[in-house]
């Protein structure tokens, strides 16, 4: 938090471009993020590192909340359910055979 004011300071945040926003909306579509918060302000830090001169906040964006399926498509857990479905497939023919 920073002091005055409690406004909340992220490190290393996700800068705001044309193409991260076109990547949120599709994961958003997809299920696997949500928004946390909406219409949050926001601004950016000059390129010294320093906080601006005068109005800190200049736009407003969702904060991103991160799903369970999220988390299972960054894991990859839905491929190795396949390979565990196939493995126990193949596993009940061979038995079937011998």
Excluded at 37 to 59: D, I, M, R, Y
Excluded at 66 to 82: C, F, K, P, Q, Y
């Amino acid at each position: 938090m920073l002091q005055p004011g409690n406004v909340w300071v992220i490190e290393n945040a996700l800068e705001h471009t044309e193409e991260t926003d076109a990547a949120l909306k599709t994961c958003y579509m997809r299920g696997w993020l949500e928004v946390l918060e909406n219409s949050v302000p926001t601004g950016q830090l000059t390129k010294e590192g320093n906080l601006p001169q005068g109005q800190w906040f200049n736009s407003s964006n969702p904060i991103w909340k991160l799903t369970d399926s999220g988390w299972a498509a960054i894991n990859r857990v839905h491929e190795w359910m396949l390979i565990g479905v196939l493995l126990a497939a193949v596993s009940v023919l061979v038995a079937v055979a011998l």
